[in-house]
């Protein structure tokens, strides 16, 4: 995988655009003034997390004697999944992290919004598939990261001029392709475990 496949992944991992309906649910109710503090220190743990993971991530696949195969295909199922949920989404009934009137710290913004367990498996694979390349993993994990950063940052303005069809469309779009990345990230699993 290049760097850029993988900046895309992560990105899509991330699928910042679907999350900016939940970022402005759960900010609502924060003095306006406190947002994009909040926000920033949120982007930020979320990085912090996202680099451990990276930088652990074969270690912590060694101590529990897993086979990188394995890691390929529940990725790729996980993604799957992730990817199906986003072309059909299902209506929220609105959780109680959303009707909270108090500040949020690491969670649910920093994790699981933003480095969920999906985005901290994939990191782990990269690692473990290729660890000669981290200084590319950890470029391609800070430059979905700052794509990531900048469209929530902005997601007052974004939300204002796409409005709910418009994300709706578009993280429909970032699905289908995240199922076709998560299709091959499964062969690629299956094809190296019978060999």
């Given amino acids: 995988m290049e760097i850029w496949s993988a900046a895309l992944t992560l990105w899509l991992i991330m699928d910042p655009l679907g999350n900016l309906p939940v970022f402005m649910s759960i900010l609502k109710a924060v003095p306006e003034e406190r947002r994009c503090k909040i926000l920033i220190r949120e982007l930020i743990i979320a990085l912090i997390i996202m680099l451990i993971f990276l930088f652990s991530g074969e270690s912590i696949l060694k101590m529990m004697h897993l086979r990188t195969e394995s890691v390929s295909i529940a990725g790729g199922i996980i993604l799957f999944l992730i990817g199906i949920k ?84 578009i993280e429909r779009l970032m699905g289908m392709i995240l199922v076709m990345l998560s299709v091959q990230m499964l062969l690629d699993g299956f094809v190296e475990y019978l060999r």
């Fill in 86 to 169: 986003m072309i059909f989404p299902q209506k929220s009934n609105g959780s109680s992290s959303e009707e909270s009137t108090e500040e949020p710290f690491i969670v649910p913004l920093a994790t699981p919004l933003i480095a969920g367990p999906s985005l901290l498996a994939a990191l782990m694979l990269l690692a473990n598939r290729q660890p000669d390349m981290t200084l590319e993993w950890t470029v391609a994990t800070i430059g979905a990261w700052a794509a990531s950063s900048l469209i929530l940052l902005a997601s007052g303005k974004l939300y204002k001029i796409l409005g709910d069809r418009g994300l709706t469309a």
